[in-house]
């Protein structure tokens, strides 16, 4: 084994330390079998009499109606995040573009089975439930990797070896990350096999989920290994980590509706909407996808990719500029 | 001559303008145990970690094993044992030695081979599957020196590699530690105990203020700050005041279990001395020459006055 898989085999077994990294594992396993497991497949009504299969949900849609008519308007909310208006006349060649499109969707619905469109809108709810368990979780977790790495009297023995700085930085995220990776690969996993076996739709687009998720927990981590390089605190970097994740958007919401009147206000607004890694954006991308996929919002997610980049790379700077 | 280490004008001064090193210049020998001394604050740590790459210098040049140190490769068959060192609570004493041999580019069977024999070697074999956590500081620090000299390095710095270690460990770990120079292995030691560095170390250096202002062998230095002066001990019995005050022309100093220690000049002059015991009915147990250790040379050399009140013969 290298350099590089022992780096990752210590994140393990310091996440094994931490616990956190195991009830995140153990609430996602949870998430997926109880959602399972209240999955089933019924036989239902259609409005024109003929009788379908649908995917129903026990104790909370037993009908399968919920889930089934979900898929619409899931769908074409994929179109609306396209719109750069909330005022659309229906009239202007954009309103007839999305008019046309509307149509299509209703074809589709009418092409996609009942059964199908159950499913899908079921990854899409429960994507969401992985996704935020996992974040959180993962958030805690990160938060003490590099801090415990930089403590004095740990790093002096690991600095000594013949190892560039690179490496140990960049070993310790890819540790991180490729934990957080398996466990989330293995989340979806476990729900595509469980959902298959449960409903006999094998959708691989619950894996679709993934790149956007892995690419904000990238971000997320690196933002939380700079400041763990940085200032070697635990706590600092968590509390920075779910200001990040959490509450960036909710602000930004909020900031829209607050009416400042000036234009320079209105431009600031824009120019921080544009240049903040948005999470809940890239999550919604990434949860939709499953149902339509080249509904992507790309901005939101260049701007997370510069962030990425910008965090790995001052960390990095910081981690081999110091002395230690 | 290649050196195992060697330091040219070596400076480093910490941000806040704190400097700790000036032009330190160092040669050590390959396959010899170096000691360097020095009080707190002296720059120590900070040259040992200038050599390993997790200081950087302002300064200067330094290569180790013949290769300039901002190379990783200097770092290549070098083992080191840093003062207060914290090993993750969550390994077991083999997991230890494992991580950081893994990290030294040391796989397979030799690996679990080294690891076994190091820990075996520090007496710790059937320690080995418990975790650090809860060793003693002594059994730790024995799991840090058997971490360092995994892969059988050519090169070994050891800061401060017997502290809280119980005397009889401190002997066994002397051993080791002998077997590695014996091994051709080059071991640079960090340590307040200056007894210590007298029985182990070929050569020393003593660094102050940031700067080396002695190095020899330990003989050397000893000669050096005795001069020509040289100790005798005297066992006797109980002294009359005015022989007492006699004697203190030779600087006499008491001594527990009725022995006295005086400075003389010429060796002739012990038995001028013993003459005024006997004249003054003083029975004489015992005579002995007393060498001067390598404590009393560093202080010596570096002069009592550390803002601390230091007695000749010990620390206060």
């Known amino acids: 084994m290298g350099p590089l898989l022992a780096i990752i085999a210590d994140t393990w077994r310091q996440s094994r330390q931490q616990v956190v990294f195991l009830i995140m594992l153990g609430a996602l396993a949870l998430t997926v079998l109880v959602s399972v497991a209240l999955t089933h497949t019924i036989e239902g009504h259609e409005p024109d009499g003929t009788i379908v299969e649908k995917v129903a949900v026990h104790g909370i849609d037993d009908e399968g109606q919920l889930l089934t008519s979900a898929w619409m308007g899931l769908y074409s909310s994929t179109l609306m995040r396209e719109l750069e208006t909330d005022d659309l006349d229906p009239f202007s060649e954009e309103g007839q573009r999305m008019q046309e499109e509307l149509m299509k969707i209703a074809e589709l619905q009418a092409q996609t089975s009942a059964k199908q469109r159950g499913v899908e809108v079921l990854i899409y709810a429960l994507g969401f439930a992985i996704y935020a368990i996992s974040m959180l979780l993962f958030i805690a977790a990160s938060a003490g990797y590099f801090p415990a790495l930089l403590e004095a009297g740990a790093i002096d023995i690991v600095l000594a070896k013949p190892l560039e700085r690179w490496r140990i930085f960049f070993g310790k995220y890819l540790g991180g990350m490729a934990l957080f990776g398996a466990a989330l690969f293995g989340a979806y996993a476990l729900l595509f096999f469980g959902l298959g076996l449960r409903t006999g739709i094998w959708h691989p687009a619950i894996f679709r989920v993934m790149p956007l998720q892995l690419l904000s927990a990238a971000t997320l981590f690196g933002l939380i290994a700079l400041l763990g390089v940085l200032r070697g605190s635990t706590a600092l970097a968590m509390i920075v980590g779910y200001i990040g994740y959490v509450l960036v958007d909710k602000i930004m919401r909020v900031l829209l509706f607050v009416p400042f009147g000036s234009d320079r206000w209105q431009s600031t607004q824009e120019l921080l909407r544009t240049v903040i890694p948005n999470f809940a954006q890239v999550r919604e991308t990434a949860l939709l996808s499953v149902i339509n996929a080249p509904a992507t919002d790309w901005q939101p997610v260049f701007v997370m990719l510069a962030w990425l980049l910008l965090s790995l790379g001052l960390g990095y700077w910081v981690f081999y500029r110091r002395d230690y | ?316």
Not at chain 2, 28 to 45: I, Q, R, T
Not at chain 2, 50 to 55: D, H, N, R
Not at chain 2, 57 to 71: E, K, M, Q, W
Not at chain 2, 105 to 131: F, H, M, Q, Y
Request: with cysteine.
């Open chain 2, 1 to 316: 001559m290649s050196y195992a280490i060697q330091t040219i004008n070596l400076s480093k001064t910490y941000k806040g303008g704190i400097t700790a090193l000036r032009g330190v210049d160092l040669e050590v020998p390959k396959g010899c145990c170096f000691g360097l001394l020095g009080p707190n604050g002296a720059g120590k740590s900070t040259l040992v970690k200038i050599l390993l790459s997790i200081v950087r210098p302002s300064g200067g040049t330094a290569t180790l094993r013949g290769v300039d140190i901002r190379s990783a490769e200097a770092r290549r068959r070098v083992g080191y044992l840093p003062e207060g060192h914290r090993f993750p609570s969550y390994l077991t004493a083999a997991g230890v030695c494992r991580y950081f041999a893994q990290l030294a580019g040391i796989e397979g069977e030799r690996l679990a081979r080294e690891v076994d024999d190091k820990l075996a070697l520090v007496g710790l074999a059937e320690w080995k599957d418990t975790k650090v956590k809860s060793f003693s500081k002594g059994m730790a620090q024995r799991v840090g020196v058997a971490q360092a000299l995994i892969g059988d390095p050519e090169v070994v710095f050891l800061d401060e590699p017997t502290d809280g270690v119980d005397p009889v460990a401190r002997q066994g770990l002397r051993t080791v530690i002998r077997r590695a120079t014996d091994g051709g292995a080059t071991v640079f030691i960090n340590s307040h105990l200056l007894s210590e560095i007298e029985v182990l170390c070929d050569e020393v250096a003593i660094l102050d203020k940031g700067a080396v202002v002695q190095r020899g062998s330990v003989s050397e230095l000893t000669a050096l700050a005795s001069g020509n002066k040289m100790q005798v001990r005297f066992r006797t019995g109980s002294l009359p005041d005015e022989l007492w005050a006699k004697l203190a022309e030779h600087k006499a100093e008491r001594e527990p279990d009725g022995w006295f220690r005086v400075e003389i000049e010429d060796e002739a002059e012990i038995s001028a001395i013993i003459d005024a015991l006997r004249s003054a009915s003083v029975l004489v147990f015992a005579v002995e020459p007393r060498r001067m250790r390598l404590e009393d040379a560093y202080i010596e050399l570096l002069g009592a006055d550390r803002g601390m009140h230091v007695a000749r013969g010990g620390t206060v």
